[in-house]
């Protein structure tokens, strides 16, 4: 007779207990920009409602930043380090591809054998971080698992393309999932469009450039009009899923928490949903460009700090980007 697996024993469900967030000391505006392309700052405002951005400068490495917001969401949620037992982070710059960075993260940020791994989701990253770390906890994998959003885009900008030289940030953002007694983290409406992959991407692969074709570094590059209408329909179409799947109407909502793409796509979501005036919308992009998997927890810090968000709203989260991929929750703040 085959011997009986017993169930896990998890928590009932999952919360975040605490958020934390490091932007680099250099602010670049738009003026340092149109020093490398034919624009101006009046018509980068008007494209993508940016003015300025945060650049790592050498010592800001992709494990110092992350080092840096994951001890300031540990201390948020009243823990230690040896307290996490899983370390998940999203990137898209790290440039080692092997080991993953959470493995060094998880050692020198104290937490022991964790356990640790890299996930690559670009702007939806946070959300594919999120959805795990809950099950990790719902499943009694993990108690307390510390997601991570991090990038230095600024590594893979072509300053020379107008296009796109404008758009991105880096930083990090990160925070604490735990266990709850009730329900503070909704069912995640996720999925993929793979027919649409060419919208974003690198301007060319790593070995093409190990083989010397072509001699520039590889860069981000993009569709913008093809991204921009998919993100303004479609994700207005998973935005409402994932409200619906929570059981929360947009008048329930206190925050809206999009991906910090462009501050055009971020007021057409919010129209779209037809969000009421006293729900609260990040637009943290304005000074801090498109950090892609970091934006979402970066806005996030930033609207608890600031007190435009308060600790036990109710925020509906969606992330966007390469892949194309994307992710919705909604989520209550800590």
Not at 71 to 80: E, R
Not at 98 to 105: D, G, L, M, R, W
Not at 182 to 197: Q, R
Request: charged share 20%; proline share 5%; with cysteine.
């Amino acid at each position: 007779m085959p011997a009986k697996i017993q169930p896990a024993k998890g928590s009932p469900y999952a919360r975040v207990l605490g958020v934390g967030g490091y932007r680099p000391t250099r602010v670049v505006p738009n003026e340092e920009i149109l020093k490398h392309i034919d624009s101006s700052d009046e018509w980068i405002r008007s494209r993508s409602g940016i003015t300025a951005r945060h650049w790592a400068g050498p010592d800001e490495t992709v494990a110092e930043m992350t080092l840096s917001a994951a001890g300031k969401a540990v201390a948020d949620a009243g823990l230690t380090p040896d307290q996490i037992d899983a370390v998940i982070i999203s990137t898209v710059s790290h440039f080692r591809q092997t080991p993953s960075i959470a493995t060094e993260i998880a050692h020198r940020l104290g937490a022991g054998k964790a356990a640790a791994f890299d996930i690559s989701a670009a702007c939806a990253g946070f959300g594919y971080g999120l959805t795990i770390a809950k099950g990790l906890i719902s499943e009694g994998s993990a108690r307390h698992v510390l997601v991570v959003g991090v990038e230095r885009l600024s590594d893979l900008t072509d300053l020379t393309d107008r296009s796109t030289a404008f758009l991105f940030g880096d930083g990090a953002g990160a925070v604490i999932v735990g266990p709850s007694e009730e329900p503070a983290i909704g069912p995640t409406v996720w999925g993929s469009e793979g027919d649409k992959a060419d919208a974003i991407g690198q301007t060319a692969g790593w070995e093409e450039y190990r083989d010397g074709r072509p001699e520039k570094f590889p860069a981000l590059r993009q569709d913008g009009q093809t991204v921009f209408r998919w993100a303004v329909y479609e994700m207005a179409k998973v935005a409402g899923e994932a409200l619906a799947a929570a059981g929360v109407s947009p008048a329930d909502l206190d925050v809206f928490i999009p991906h910090q793409a462009n501050m055009r796509i971020i007021d057409s979501l919010a129209k779209t949903l037809k969000l009421p005036e006293h729900v609260t919308v990040a637009r943290d992009v304005e000074t801090t460009g498109n950090t892609s998997a970091a934006s979402i927890p970066l806005a996030m810090e930033r609207l608890l700090a600031t007190g435009q968000a308060r600790s036990g709203d109710t925020a509906l989260v969606i992330g966007f980007g390469a892949g194309l991929v994307y992710a919705a929750t909604v989520v209550t703040l800590p």
